[in-house]
């Protein structure tokens, strides 16, 4: 079964125009992560956001912001104002193995590919 | 800043033959982690290192694969007589003792299998 899903395969916008990336997990732990990561055509995958399963509260970083709701188990991140170099795949992973010796252990979403035109 | 280094970038290699892909972790990481990623589809757990043995493996990680750390800085995959399914990139990541942290992932190697 699917732990994260993210239903958006791909999301074209205009430079400058907001884009909100959904995440919807799924969990029986207490304690779990979540990650955003966004992975450019180069390919690294670069780290952007994590949130424990204790703080629901939402923040803004720059540009980036994320809502995360444990009611209804989805970790929305969004890029305000978006530009040409946002253009990636971003990914959305969730990590339940905190109390053991796997906790690096990362289960990612499909993965939403963002494209931004100037 | 400290990373995660991989090497090759990029690897070509024969159907059947063997390869080793390479990674330095972080100096003062203790856990380490091999994913993959087939070209177009999302990241995949393989295997978690810890203290000189497996933590934990996916189903992915059949007999095909082991992982070693043969000496104080490097970790590597080794995939045994590759198939044209391994073609994939291939993320090295490591994470400190402290629990509240995130990944830190290589910028992966490319293996092309012909």
């Known amino acids: 079964a699917q732990k994260v899903t993210q239903a958006q395969t791909e999301i074209s916008v205009v430079e400058k125009e907001d884009v909100t990336l959904d995440c919807v997990y799924e969990?029986?732990?207490?304690?779990?992560?979540l990650f955003w990561y966004k992975q450019p055509p180069s390919g690294e995958l670069v780290f952007l956001i994590r949130?424990?399963?204790?703080?629901?509260q939402n923040e803004i970083s720059g540009r980036y912001s994320w809502n995360f709701q444990k009611s209804t188990s989805s970790f929305n991140f969004t890029i305000t104002a978006s530009q040409v170099v946002d253009s990636a795949v971003y990914f959305c992973a969730l990590s339940e193995s905190m109390t053991t010796d796997s906790w690096g252990k990362l289960q990612f979403g499909a993965g939403t590919q963002v494209v931004v035109t100037p | 800043e400290p990373e995660v280094t991989q090497t090759p970038s990029h690897q070509v290699t024969q159907m059947g033959q063997e390869v080793i892909l390479r990674c330095v972790p972080i100096s003062n990481h203790l856990y380490f982690y091999w994913y993959r990623q087939i070209l177009g589809q999302k990241v995949e757990f393989l295997v978690s290192f810890y203290n000189n043995e497996i933590s934990e493996k996916s189903e992915i990680f059949d007999d095909q694969f082991s992982v070693e750390r043969p000496d104080g800085s490097n970790f590597t995959l080794k995939i045994r007589s590759t198939k044209l399914e391994d073609s994939a990139m291939y993320f090295c990541a490591s994470t400190p003792p402290s629990r509240n942290t995130e990944a830190f992932f290589g910028q992966g190697t490319r293996l092309t299998v012909v």
């Open positions: 949130r424990n399963s204790f703080d629901e």
């Open positions: 969990t029986r732990d207490t304690t779990y992560y």
